[in-house]
């Protein structure tokens, strides 16, 4: 009922930026919070920032001041933009929506495919 669409990830130099795109479309009456996990090998998935319906961010202490979360609400997309890359910023990176549909109190909990993001020289 709902599709989030990741882009932006890829292969990047220590130092460098990349900005990651989440796009949520479908059945959506409100997008309660949005949110970047990543997942590297041989470790749990982790949050690393999200956005709430009033634009409220929050960031994990590893990414403070080098990652900002923004959103566009009109277009349902929120953007990641990361600068001052570092090697152990190389995971699968997922978007993550918490939503209401139309004619549901429920909130219903939504994952994209991921997108890789490797930082290397």
């Known amino acids: 009922q709902v599709q989030l669409v990741e882009s932006g990830g890829g292969l990047v130099q220590p130092g460098g930026s990349l900005r990651l795109s989440c796009a949520a479309s479908g059945n959506i009456f409100s997008i309660v919070t949005m949110g970047w996990y990543r997942q590297a090998p041989g470790k749990q998935r982790e949050l690393v920032a999200s956005?709430?319906?009033?634009?409220?961010?929050n960031y994990a202490d590893s990414v403070k001041g080098r990652f900002t979360y923004s959103r566009d609400s009109a277009e349902n997309t929120t953007y990641l933009q990361m600068n001052s890359l570092k090697p152990e910023d190389t995971a699968v990176y997922y978007c993550?929506?918490?939503?209401?549909?139309?004619?549901?109190?429920?909130?219903?909990?939504?994952w994209g495919q991921g997108t890789q993001v490797t930082v290397s020289s």
């Open positions: 993550n929506a918490l939503i209401r549909h139309w004619g549901t109190n429920t909130v219903y909990d939504y």
């Open positions: 956005i709430t319906s009033d634009g409220s961010t």
